[in-house]
C-alpha cells in the first residue's frame, strides 16, 4: 500500500493469493512529477484497490486522491453491498472535499514540509485571499483519475478524464474506461449547454478577457471531466453534473472466471492502467 509522485524512474509491485501487481512512473517533460497512485493490495480480505491520478496544473490534486479516495470508498454505507454506487458517490466526495476548505493541503503538503517559497506564497497570496474573500477552492489544479477494484469474481473500474484501463485477456484488448474528451458529442452538448466553448476543437475554455487580435483565459483544458479545476465548474443556476466539467465517473467491470483464470496481474505504465487476467497454469 502506498501513494507516490516521484520525480525519478522508479518500479514496485508486489502480490498477495489473489493478485499480484506492479507499477512504473517515469516523469516527462514537466519540471515535476504531477501524476500519483495508490496500491492497496488489501483494502479488505477480499478486496484489491488500485488508483491511478493524472494531475493538471500540478501535483496536490491528485496527491490528494492517493491519499484518501480509498479510505473514503472503504467507509462509504454501500462498499459492501453496491460498490458501483459507492465509488460515484466517492469521485464527487474529492471534489466536496477540495470545496469545503483548505484543510486538504494540509494532507498533500504538511506545513512543516512546505519550501520557504511555498509558506511565503501561502502567507502572503492564499491566506491573504483567505481573509478578504473566504476560502477558494483550486481553481485550474485538478486530476484524472482511473480507479479499479478487484474483488472476487470481478474487477471494477471507474475514470474521469483521461487515464485509460485496458484489460487483456487471452491476448485480446477490453477497454474499461471511457475517453473524456470535449469534442465528444455527449461531452460537447452538455459543455455547450452550460455556456461553455472549445478551443481549436479540442479545449475547455473560459475566457477572461478578449480584444482585437487576442484572448486571455482563466482555465483551459484538454478533458472534459476532472476532479477539481473549480473554474469549469461556477455556473450557480446548473447542478454539478451539468457543469462544464464534471467529476461523475464511468464504470465498466469484468468478471474474471474462477475455473479458467486464477489470478489477475495489474501494471500502471504512464497513464495506463492495465489489467491481465492469468490462467492456472501461469
Same mark, same amino acid.
Given at each position: 500500500?502506498?501513494?507516490?509522485?516521484?520525480?525519478?524512474?522508479? %518500479?514496485?509491485g508486489?502480490?498477495? !493469493?489473489?493478485?499480484?501487481?506492479? !507499477?512504473?512512473?517515469v516523469?516527462?517533460?514537466?519540471?515535476?512529477?504531477?501524476?500519483?497512485?495508490a496500491?492497496v493490495?488489501?483494502?479488505?480480505?477480499? %478486496?484489491?484497490?488500485?488508483?491511478?491520478?493524472?494531475?493538471?496544473? =500540478?501535483?496536490?490534486?491528485?496527491?490528494?486522491?492517493?491519499?484518501?479516495?480509498?479510505?473514503e470508498?472503504?467507509?462509504h454505507?454501500?462498499?459492501?453491498t453496491n460498490?458501483?454506487?459507492?465509488? +460515484?458517490?466517492?469521485?464527487s466526495?474529492? &471534489?466536496?472535499?477540495?470545496?469545503q476548505?483548505?484543510?486538504?493541503?494540509?494532507l498533500?503538503?504538511?506545513?512543516?514540509?512546505r519550501?520557504?517559497?511555498?509558506?511565503?506564497?501561502?502567507?502572503i497570496?492564499? &491566506? %491573504?485571499?483567505?481573509?478578504?474573500?473566504?476560502?477558494?477552492?483550486?481553481?485550474?489544479?485538478?486530476?484524472?483519475?482511473?480507479?479499479? !477494484?478487484?474483488? =472476487?469474481? +470481478?474487477?471494477t473500474?471507474?475514470n474521469?478524464?483521461?487515464?485509460?484501463?485496458?484489460?487483456s485477456?487471452?491476448?485480446?484488448?477490453?477497454?474499461?474506461?471511457?475517453d473524456?474528451?470535449?469534442?465528444n458529442?455527449?461531452?460537447?452538448?452538455?459543455?455547450?449547454?452550460? =455556456?461553455g466553448?472549445?478551443?481549436?476543437?479540442?479545449?475547455v475554455?473560459?475566457?477572461?478577457?478578449?480584444?482585437p =487580435?487576442y484572448?486571455?483565459?482563466r482555465?483551459?483544458?484538454?478533458?472534459?471531466?476532472?476532479?477539481?479545476?473549480?473554474?469549469?465548474?461556477?455556473?450557480k443556476?446548473?447542478?454539478p453534473?451539468?457543469?462544464?466539467?464534471?467529476?461523475?465517473?464511468?464504470?465498466?467491470? !469484468?468478471?474474471?472466471?474462477?475455473?479458467?483464470?486464477?489470478r489477475?496481474?495489474i501494471?500502471?505504465?504512464g497513464?495506463?492502467?492495465?489489467?491481465s487476467?492469468?490462467?492456472?497454469?501461469?
Amino acid at each position: 500500500m502506498g501513494a507516490s509522485n516521484s520525480r525519478h524512474v522508479s %518500479t514496485t509491485g508486489g502480490e498477495n !493469493v489473489r493478485i499480484k501487481f506492479a !507499477v512504473s512512473s517515469v516523469q516527462g517533460q514537466n519540471d515535476k512529477m504531477d501524476d500519483a497512485y495508490a496500491l492497496v493490495p488489501d483494502l479488505d480480505h477480499a %478486496t484489491s484497490f488500485f488508483g491511478l491520478y493524472d494531475g493538471h496544473s =500540478g501535483p496536490d490534486v491528485a496527491l490528494l486522491c492517493a491519499r484518501l479516495f480509498h479510505i473514503e470508498l472503504r467507509v462509504h454505507p454501500n462498499y459492501e453491498t453496491n460498490l458501483n454506487n459507492a465509488m +460515484r458517490s466517492v469521485f464527487s466526495r474529492m &471534489d466536496e472535499l477540495l470545496q469545503q476548505s483548505n484543510e486538504w493541503m494540509e494532507l498533500v503538503i504538511p506545513a512543516a514540509s512546505r519550501n520557504w517559497i511555498r509558506r511565503l506564497i501561502k502567507a502572503i497570496v492564499i &491566506d %491573504t485571499l483567505h481573509c478578504k474573500w473566504g476560502y477558494i477552492p483550486p481553481q485550474n489544479l485538478g486530476c484524472s483519475a482511473t480507479v479499479a !477494484v478487484a474483488r =472476487g469474481s +470481478r474487477v471494477t473500474v471507474g475514470n474521469v478524464g483521461s487515464c485509460r484501463c485496458v484489460a487483456s485477456r487471452n491476448g485480446q484488448a477490453i477497454q474499461l474506461s471511457t475517453d473524456h474528451i470535449p469534442r465528444n458529442r455527449g461531452e460537447r452538448r452538455r459543455i455547450q449547454r452550460a =455556456g461553455g466553448t472549445l478551443e481549436l476543437d479540442k479545449y475547455v475554455a473560459v475566457e477572461a478577457l478578449r480584444g482585437p =487580435g487576442y484572448r486571455a483565459y482563466r482555465g483551459i483544458l484538454a478533458t472534459s471531466r476532472a476532479i477539481g479545476s473549480f473554474v469549469f465548474k461556477q455556473n450557480k443556476n446548473l447542478p454539478p453534473e451539468e457543469q462544464l466539467v464534471i467529476c461523475n465517473p464511468d464504470i465498466h467491470s !469484468v468478471s474474471v472466471n474462477k475455473v479458467v483464470f486464477s489470478r489477475v496481474q495489474i501494471c500502471f505504465v504512464g497513464s495506463y492502467l492495465m489489467i491481465s487476467l492469468l490462467d492456472g497454469d501461469n
